[in-house]
């Protein structure tokens, strides 16, 4: 045997190699995550994938509102077999009210003996095509795709097409193919692509709530020949923050045809990240012309996978840097959207493509109020505090300590000197029983700020604008609170963003992968929206924790940093993970939080008493997805 099962190497061989060369952690991250992951999705897949039987129900439902979509294909050289199967893939549809238009830039190519198209010569010479189904006036070579359409078109009126007299770039194909658009609503479709059978019925059943104007699904890669399924993209729910860091919705993606052309079509100045760019400017008109709040009825979000993705060869899904220049018209997008919503800020590209990082502007010098409970652990505040002063770019900041009953005469003689050595110090004593909810609303009391960051006293500050980078996002109209990334001292993650429903209560995600690592969809790395983060470092402004008066006491350990999160959302204000803030958090990866009856007690009362206030809330998080596992651990199938 060869072990050719992958080209060089087995499975096994792998796992036994990299066993011996690197011990069972590596084992885990190089194996696991890249050998298994693969066979387990697609196997996956193929269970949940929707039957005959199921198809053959769809195609007898009739909604109470039938809308016709368009599904708009700008084709370009496109390799012949692929062609049909893209087409094909939208004739199999189970919902039956619909229309492809075709626009085709590949006057003058030929066909080669493979199936694929070839450049060749011969151009119009206004870059206008006529009628649908017709030949443009003025193409001197026909173009290779043409006798196909006009084939498709023969069998099925619903097929329309239009062949160009130049290519005018993937905006202005995909702009004429929107000229022939009849229906209410539009699709777009890459035209090496193919959709699920069930695609178009699982976006009508979203579209029968009259108030929707934009639909996506999830999606996934495949292999060429179709035959294997991989990298499934499994999206959250609406998430603007998200979508600022890169675009996550990207296929299969429906608009209502109103918005898209108000919004005059794709723009060429974007080609590359033309969708991106678009879909910006179709959600800002949407969240004005029905306002921010409702964004959640109005841009719907259906946890399937109805979009497969082909892995072509030289194509950006296998091979990203085939496009550097679309992740440079990417940034620029997110940029060009950041200036029409008058929104202060810069995007920088990150090492990873097609991820971007918004930074933004800090409006005046508002002063933060940094409230750090204490009891005793005087090593552990003075490493927190001279790291914020000594590294922090952002000065405007004043410390509350709220000294929690300690016992050592150290620690007031620490707090004497920590104050005259610094003038924006003060020490404010709280002298009851320990409620940590209490004591974070009694030094907030103290607090003169603006805004407040609530943080440990076993944190240090790591990145320069940990402070500037969560005040930039906190000074946003929408945002209500913002949360940072903190790492375990041997480079772990500790808390990346919390999810909720886990065992009825909430988790965080991504704890104890490398500090460095991506995370699922890369979402470790860069700025997104939770319902929750920890209240280990959480900045709020003074005005929304006065709004909904503070933490909740009755949570005077566990839950109330995820119950205030929850009080701040029903404001309707986001809640933003900022991946960028970077902190150390001192606190034991081992440390037992219920390691006596009594204290596993009070946990799991005031777990039972989260879930009498949140448990319609935590029944689904809406920045997970339904496909996840809520037992195992988060991101799991």
């Keep these: 045997m060869d072990n ?46 929707v039957t005959p039987e199921e198809l053959s129900a769809q195609a007898q439902t009739h909604f109470e509102y039938e809308l016709k979509i368009s599904i708009l294909v700008p084709t370009y050289r496109t390799p012949l077999p692929l062609l049909r199967e893209m087409i094909d893939s939208v004739r199999a549809q189970s919902y039956a009210n619909w229309e492809l238009c075709i626009a085709d830039g590949s006057v003058g190519a030929k066909v080669n003996a493979d199936g694929s198209v070839a450049a060749g010569k011969g151009q119009g ?8 189904g017709s030949k443009a006036a003025g193409a001197n070579v026909k173009s290779p795709l043409e006798d196909i359409l006009a084939e498709y078109h023969e069998k099925d009126p619903r097929i329309v097409y239009r062949i160009l007299d130049r290519n005018g770039g993937i905006s202005y194909n995909t702009n004429r193919a929107l000229d022939m658009a009849t229906g209410e609503f539009i699709g777009l479709l890459d035209h090496d692509d193919v959709l699920e059978a069930d695609a178009l019925f699982e976006v009508v059943k979203a579209l029968q709530n009259r108030e929707t104007k934009i639909v996506y699904t999830d999606e996934d890669k495949a292999t060429n020949n179709l035959k294997k399924f991989m990298d499934p993209n499994f999206k959250p729910d609406f998430s603007i923050d998200l979508f600022r860091s890169h675009n996550y919705i990207t296929h299969f993606y429906v608009v209502s ?79 060009d959207h950041l200036k029409r919503m008058g929104i202060p800020a810069t995007v920088e590209m990150t090492e990873m493509w097609g991820m971007y990082h918004t930074i933004y502007e800090v409006s005046g010098k508002p002063l933060v109020s ?50 005259k050595e610094f003038s924006n110090v003060k020490v404010v004593k709280w002298d009851r029983e320990f409620n940590y909810a209490a004591i974070n609303n009694f030094a907030a009391g103290y607090a003169k700020g603006e805004y407040c960051l609530f943080l440990n006293n076993d944190t240090e500050m790591i990145s320069e604008t940990a402070i500037s980078e969560m005040l930039g996002i906190c000074q946003r109209g929408d945002v209500g609170i913002v949360g940072a990334k903190l790492i375990y001292p041997d480079e772990s993650v500790q ?19 490398g500090r460095n690592e991506f995370g699922f969809m890369v979402r470790a790395r860069i700025n997104c929206n939770y319902n929750a983060v920890t209240g280990a470092c959480l900045m709020v402004s003074k005005e929304d924790f006065d709004a909904v008066k503070g933490f909740s006491e009755d949570f005077p350990v566990a839950g109330n940093d995820v119950d205030f999160c929850l009080k701040v959302r029903k404001l309707e204000k986001l809640v933003v993970y900022n991946a960028f803030s970077e902190w150390y958090h001192y606190e034991s990866k081992s440390r037992g939080y219920e390691d006596s009856p009594e204290k596993a007690e009070r946990f799991n009362r005031e777990v039972a008493h989260f879930r009498e206030i949140w448990g319609d809330r935590i029944s689904r998080d809406e920045y997970y997805n339904a496909n996840f596992d809520m037992e195992n651990g988060p991101y799991e199938l």
């Design 257 to 335: 045809t109103e918005v898209l052309r108000a919004v005059g079509g794709e723009d060429s100045k974007h080609d590359g990240a033309q969708d991106y760019d678009m879909m910006f400017r179709c959600i800002e008109k949407v969240c004005t012309d029905f306002g921010r709040d409702k964004a959640r009825e109005i841009i719907a979000h259906v946890p399937r996978v109805l979009y497969h993705w082909r892995l072509a060869k030289g194509s950006t899904a296998e091979n990203p840097e085939s496009k550097m220049y679309a992740y440079e018209s990417g940034r620029s997008a997110v940029e």
């Design 370 to 419: 940094i409230i750090i409970p204490n009891k005793d652990h005087t090593d552990d505040l003075d490493n927190c505090i001279r790291s914020i002063i000594g590294k922090s770019v952002y000065k405007n900041i004043e410390f509350v300590i709220a000294e929690n009953n300690s016992t050592e005469d150290e620690t007031f003689a620490y707090y004497e000197n920590i104050q």
């Design 495 to 513: 808390h990346a963003g919390i999810l909720l429903g886990f065992r009825g209560y909430a988790q965080h995600v991504f704890v104890g992968i």
């Design 125 to 132: 010479e206004n870059g206008e095509g006529n009628a649908q």
């Design 4 to 49: 050719s099962g992958f080209k060089k190497e087995s499975k096994v061989h792998k796992a036994v190699r990299i066993l011996k060369e690197k011990g069972p952690i590596e084992l885990g991250k190089k194996v696991q995550k890249k050998l298994a992951a693969p066979w387990k999705y697609h196997k996956w897949f193929m269970a949940q994938r």
